[in-house]
Every structure is written in C-alpha cells, then in structure tokens.
C-alpha cells in the first residue's frame, strides 16, 4: 500500500482527526520541497523517465517478492478519545514516512510520476527507491548507479578522509545531516532545522494525542518526543519512555535506527510504528528482564568483557502491530524491537523489548514455515516451532542489552570504535546470545522449551534472514554465524537430497564459540579485526546461494508487505 500519493491532501480533510487549533503549520504535498534541498544529481530521474517511463533491469517476478499481510487488531476495548489518539499518531507517522524518503533518496516525486505501473510503483515504495534492500541495493530501474552508502545524509561527493579531518565537535551528532555551504565547506545541520515544517506538524500531533491519553506516562512521553523532534535532544524522552508501563497503546517515533547510514553507522532515519499491547502475551513474558544480570554473569566470555551490568528497570512485551512507517515500512520489515539506542539509557534503565506478534506469525507461517519443508531434514521438521521462533526473536532482543557497550581499554562506546561494522557485528550479537542465553534459562530451570526445537529453528531462521542481502545489518549478521556454524559442524547438508540436519552439541559448542568471539571483538573495539572477521563470515557460500535459489523457484516470498491504515482496524 502507497501513502505518498494521498498526502497532497491531509489526513484532516479526509475526516480521520478532528482538529480544531488554527495555527497549527500545514501539512506540504510530497512534491513540494522542505528546508533540505533534494537537488542531489544521485537522486534525479535519468533522462530516459521523463518520456519513456522507467526501464526494468530485473526479471518482473522480482517485483512479487513480499507477501502481501494486513495489519489488523481487536479496537473495542479502547475508548473514543484512545481511538482518536491512535488516529493522530498514524497520522505522524506519515510524516515520518516522507522524510525517510529525503533520507533514504531524495525528493521522490519525479520518480513517482514516471511510473504508470501499479506493481512497480508498489516496489519503488517499498524500497523507498530505485535499489532492490533486498538484494544488495541493486538498482532495479535503468539509469541509477550503485546506491550512495551514506544515501542522502552526506555529501555525494565527501570522502571518508575529507569527514575525518572535518574540525566539527558535533559531527557524529546522529540527529543531523552534512552539508555543503556556499563556498563548498561541510556544514552540519540539524534535522529541526533541515526539516522544520514536518517535524513542526509531527510535534502538534504528538502533543494531541499526549492531551488524549489514558496513561499520565504515555502522556508525558509523547510531550517529550515533541521537544525532541523541535530541539534535537531525544534523550529526555528516551529516558521516559522507559517509564511507560501501564499503557495499551504504543508509539515508536522519530529517527532512530542507523542502518540507513552504511558509510559511518551514525546518522538515524525517520520512521513509526504504532502498537496495541497483547496483554495474555506480555503477562508470559514479565518474568524474564529480572534475569538480565545473572545471565549476563553467565556469558562465555573473559571477566572484561562482561563486567557492566545491564540495566534491570527493563520491560518485555508482546503487541500486534497496526500501522508502520518510514525505515520500519522500507524492505524486511520488523518483527521485534529493542530500544532505546542510547548506551547511556541502556545503562541506566535498561531497555525496552517490543515483539510484533502479528507480523512475526505472517513470517513464520509465509516464509519460515515453508523454506523449512524446503531445505531441512524433514526427521527434523517436527523441531520447527512458532513458540521456538517467537522466543528466538524474543531473546535476541533481550540479548541486546547484554554484553558490552563500551570498550575496555578506553572506555570509548562500541558504536563509534567499530562505526559501519557495529550494526552487523551487533545484530550478530544478539542473534547468538539470543541463543545462549535461552541455553542458560534451561540449564536455570526458568525455561522449558526443547534446545533443539530452537536450533533448528534458530537455523530456518537463517535461509529465510539471509535473503535480505548484503545491504541487511541482520542479513549480513545471520550469514557470520552460518558460516561458523558450518565450519565447526554444527549441521551438515545432505547432497542428495539438499536438505540440512543440527548436530545439537557441536551447535551448542559452536554458540559459546561465536558469543566469545563477536564479544571480545566488540569490547577491544577493534575496527580493522572486525572488519576482517565480517570480510571471512558475512558472504553468502555458493552451495547456500544455489539452495536459496530452490526457494525462489519455488516462488516461497523474501518478506511481507504491509496493508495498513485507519480503515483496517475501523478508525
């Protein structure tokens, strides 16, 4: 589903919020230009668009690659002012999704309107861009060249050496973009400023909908995240959205995540997700933050690497998503979130564990599900489990906010040692002591699932995340451990017949093997070693590609695309 071709007219005149304060800033069509300019020439259309309409460099059953779901949920139980909250919540997240669009690529317009093709239309949208996320950033369209690894946040024409001896103390502000001024110097900008009629417009919704919540926590929170997007500093608001507890309805907003940001792993895109809590779910899940600083004693690693000690003030809950925008919407979509980002909340606070119970059900019964039937041993099938998948997920999550986050020697936070590398090396991190962690909840008694139903289900997971290409910080962080899991034996590939078989103890060897390493590389910070072990582990083996390519053929889809809006859940 498109969004951008109904923004020309706000969502107030079509009657989903009900506003009556007459100084609030319009809200601009999606052609017409902010404060950022968007004349960069990567993202102009190539002369060819402006009669011929766009040629396609891929075979048309690329564009069938996601699975349409509809994001629905149960509303009854929430009252009118709840309902007409949720309403202006969606509504910010619209704006969340034009401006990840200026991240992402630019003014998207002339692109646009180029394409009369509904179904290629549907996949520039989802790619937010002429370059498949799912294949490397291929481009997809004729006339694009490679996409630039730090899109639309640098300088098309600024070196890494040119960024290095910049003399700005504020240059790895994640919250603002580089620019050139006039005379061709770097100049920072912050996001209030390069976008101040969006984020203006955002931040009146936000304090709309904090005027209508039920819980005084949420309420605080969503007048905080609109000081923020108007200021630049998120962490009051972070710091207290760590306190919101009591609420049914949840909001994920502003720019967070860095994996747009592939040249430095810095600058955070735009992006929204609006949430209602599965209560049954979340009562499931509680028992589990407490446990954080005995499991992180328990890590199999040195005494250095595992001396901070995670925050406890930490919450797990599960919730069915209904509406997601801007980096959440664009290529594989989320299906569990572990905020806030800040390493200075995380130790103070803890972290906050969202699992997408609804759109992690439409990926294991869409995709897991059937790559399984594919590629492993069907003796083992029986071992591939929603509630093994879900908990996979869950801790990985979890995981997250174990381990280190700043480094050993000079105390220097792991994010910034290990720039680019430290998204794939972090998800790796999660994904393995994900695992581990649930192998010590056994071992505690505090957990009751069958090591081998999460294996091999931890290694379907793997054949579904590794289609996300090389440009996925997840994709790239599921082939490092495949690739270790195979060298230490802990499954093996049946020639004849294709199919894959766990060996649960050298898989159980070959967790505590990749913890210590990808721990002990991010504590020592050390950026050429990591770069060097992500060059040896994170490619994708020949054999593997050929099997991936058996789930191609077989037409099993790389990921889902959302239906969504106000209609769905009867807004």
């Avoid at 180029?114 to 996320?133: K, Q, S, T």
């Avoid at 060059?535 to 053929?553: F, I, N, S, T």
């Amino acid at each position: 589903m498109t969004f951008l071709r109904t923004l020309p007219v706000s969502l107030l005149a079509l009657g989903l919020v009900a506003c009556s304060e007459p100084a609030e800033p319009p809200v601009p069509p999606a052609a017409e230009p902010t404060t950022e300019s968007t004349t960069d020439a990567s993202t102009r259309p190539p002369d060819a668009l402006a009669g011929n309409g766009p040629e396609l460099l891929v075979d048309r059953d690329r564009l069938g690659i996601y699975h349409p779901v509809e994001l629905t949920a149960d509303l009854s139980g929430l009252s009118d002012d709840q309902r007409e909250m949720l309403r202006r919540l969606i509504e910010a997240g619209l704006l969340m999704e034009r401006l990840f669009w200026r991240q992402a690529f630019g003014d998207p317009t002339p692109l646009r309107e180029a394409i009369d093709d509904p179904e290629l239309l549907r996949f520039v949208d989802l790619n937010f861009g002429p370059w498949d996320r799912l294949n490397g950033n291929a481009p997809f369209l004729a006339g694009y060249g490679p996409k630039p690894p730090g899109a639309r946040f640098y300088p098309d024409d600024m070196t890494r050496e040119e960024y290095a001896a910049w003399n700005e103390p504020n240059k790895d502000d994640p919250y603002s973009l580089v620019r050139r001024d006039e005379a061709g110097e770097l100049v920072l900008v912050p996001y209030h400023q390069a976008f101040p009629v969006e984020l203006g417009r955002a931040a009146v919704l936000l304090r709309q909908a904090a005027a209508l919540a039920e819980s005084e926590a949420f309420a605080t929170y969503l007048a905080l995240r609109a000081d923020a997007l108007l200021t630049g500093d998120y962490r009051p608001s972070d710091m207290a959205w760590m306190d919101v507890r009591d609420n049914d309805i949840e909001l994920v907003f502003g720019p967070i995540e860095n994996y747009e940001d592939q040249l430095f792993g810095i600058r955070t895109a735009f992006e929204a997700f609006v949430l209602i809590k599965d209560r049954a779910w979340s009562e499931r899940l509680s028992r589990y933050a407490e446990l954080l600083p005995a499991l992180q004693r328990g890590l199999p690693v040195d005494e250095a690497y595992k001396a901070e000690q995670p925050g406890t003030d930490a919450d797990l809950n599960a919730y069915d998503a209904i509406f997601y925008a801007g980096d959440a919407n664009a290529g594989a979509k989320t299906i569990a979130i572990n905020l806030p980002n800040d390493e200075a909340v995380q130790l103070e606070k803890g972290t906050r564990r969202l699992q997408l119970k609804n759109t992690m059900r439409a990926k294991f019964d869409h995709i897991l599900v059937p790559i399984a039937e594919l590629l492993i041993d069907e003796r083992q099938l029986p071992n591939i489990t929603f509630d093994a998948f879900f908990a996979n997920v869950m801790f990985h999550e979890v995981a997250h906010g174990l381990g280190i986050k700043f480094t050993i020697d000079d105390g220097r936070p792991v994010r910034a040692a290990l720039a680019e590398h430290q998204s794939a090396i972090e998800e790796g991190k999660a994904d393995i002591l994900g695992l581990d962690m649930i192998e010590q909840l056994v071992a505690m008694e505090e957990w009751d699932g069958e090591l081998m139903d999460h294996y091999v289900t931890f290694l379907a997971g793997i054949f579904r995340s590794v289609r996300f290409g090389a440009s996925s910080a997840h994709g790239r962080a599921n082939m490092v451990a495949f690739n270790w899991f195979r060298e230490a034996g802990a499954f093996r590939r049946d020639a004849d017949t294709g199919r894959y078989t766990v060996d649960r103890a050298a898989f159980e060897q070959a967790v505590n093997g990749l913890s210590n390493r990808i721990l002990t590389l991010q504590g020592d910070g050390d950026y050429e070693a990591t770069g060097a072990f992500l060059e040896r582990y994170a490619v994708m083996p020949e054999q593997l590609a050929a099997d991936l390519a058996r789930a191609e053929a077989s037409g099993i889809p790389v990921d889902i695309r959302l239906i969504q809006g106000p209609d769905l859940v009867g807004l």
